[in-house]
């Protein structure tokens, strides 16, 4: 017997995915998020960040504006007080050329180099008792070359700015000789002399300050005729103590006394007014 496969089924038939509509234009359409609603904008103040503490204001009377007030002096050495207990202030950085004469013992010239060194300007000592300049040299400065010592005759130029001012001290005896370098602008030459002897009214006559320690009676009359010291204050000259001097200038004059500090006392010792 036999038997007939049966026909095979007509293939299905499938449809299109997109069919067409009358009214389709062949565009495929695009599609846009909906748009997000408009966020409301901050408005800053300029100069304002957030919002801190309100405080009250600090407000203050017009008659009142008159007590408000900054210090302000001159800048330069502080060499002590002067009568009404104020700071005594030497200005060495200058402009201009500037000269000093100092009639009195090495610990003031020392004290006044190791201060002038804290100022920020170098220091150069002409001497000729290089030993006794030697220990603040190798002190001063905290391990810096800010203190040089040269024998008499031989300072080479130290090249004098406003950013690097120099002080040059020369201690050089009753007779100083003529120095090769002298003042000029950021360069102040401090001159030391112990005691006023035959050449001192040339130095004191040349110098734009003289800082007087303790003279005789003898040399006052010197620093009348050539300074015009008043007869009250050449009496007060003999008197004075180790850390006291009057320093004078043609219109100007004032007493200041140096207190050393712990450090100055503990390099040069107490107050003297002879070596």
């Given at each position: 017997m036999s038997f007939s496969a049966p026909a095979p089924a007509p293939p299905e038939q499938r449809r299109p995915a997109h069919v067409a509509a009358p009214g389709d234009t062949g565009l495929i359409p695009v599609f846009q998020p909906p748009e997000a609603a408009p966020q409301q904008r901050r408005i800053f103040a300029p100069g304002f960040g957030?919002?801190?503490?309100?405080?009250?204001?600090?407000?203050?009377?017009?008659?009142?504006?008159?007590?408000?007030?900054?210090?302000?002096?001159?800048?330069?050495?502080?060499i002590g007080t002067d009568t009404e207990n104020m700071p005594a202030v030497l200005g060495l950085a200058r402009p201009t050329r500037f000269d000093v004469v100092l009639v009195g013992g090495?610990?003031?010239?020392?004290?006044?180099?190791?201060?002038?060194?804290?100022?920020?300007?170098?220091?150069?000592?002409?001497t000729g008792r290089p030993q006794a300049w030697a220990q603040l040299a190798q002190v001063a400065g905290g391990g810096q070359q800010c203190v040089t010592v040269y024998p008499?005759?031989?300072?080479?130029?130290?090249?004098?700015?406003?950013?690097?001012?120099?002080?040059?001290?020369?201690?050089?005896?009753?007779?100083?000789?003529?120095?090769?370098?002298?003042?000029?602008?950021?360069?102040?030459?401090?001159t030391v002399l112990p005691f006023i002897g035959?050449?001192?009214?040339?130095?004191?006559?040349?110098?734009?300050?003289?800082?007087?320690?303790?003279?005789?009676?003898?040399?006052?009359?010197?620093?009348?005729?050539?300074l015009g010291i008043p007869q009250s204050d050449l009496e007060v000259l003999p008197t004075l103590s180790d850390n006291v001097a009057l320093w004078s200038t043609r219109k100007h004059r004032k007493y200041v006394m140096t207190t050393p500090t712990d450090a100055e006392t503990g390099l040069l010792g107490t107050a003297r007014r002879l070596d």
């Open positions: 957030l919002r801190g503490p309100r405080r009250n204001r600090h407000l203050i009377a017009a008659e009142e504006i008159s007590a408000i007030s900054l210090p302000i002096g001159d800048d330069g050495v502080v090495l610990w003031m010239s020392q004290v006044l180099a190791l201060r002038a060194a804290a100022t920020g300007a170098r220091v150069a000592v002409e008499v005759g031989q300072v080479p130029a130290q090249g004098p700015s406003v950013s690097s001012p120099v002080v040059l001290i020369r201690d050089c005896g009753v007779r100083p000789p003529r120095g090769r370098v002298s003042s000029l602008p950021w360069q102040a030459v401090v035959e050449y001192g009214p040339r130095w004191l006559s040349q110098a734009n300050l003289v800082g007087i320690q303790r003279i005789s009676p003898q040399e006052t009359v010197l620093v009348r005729e050539t």
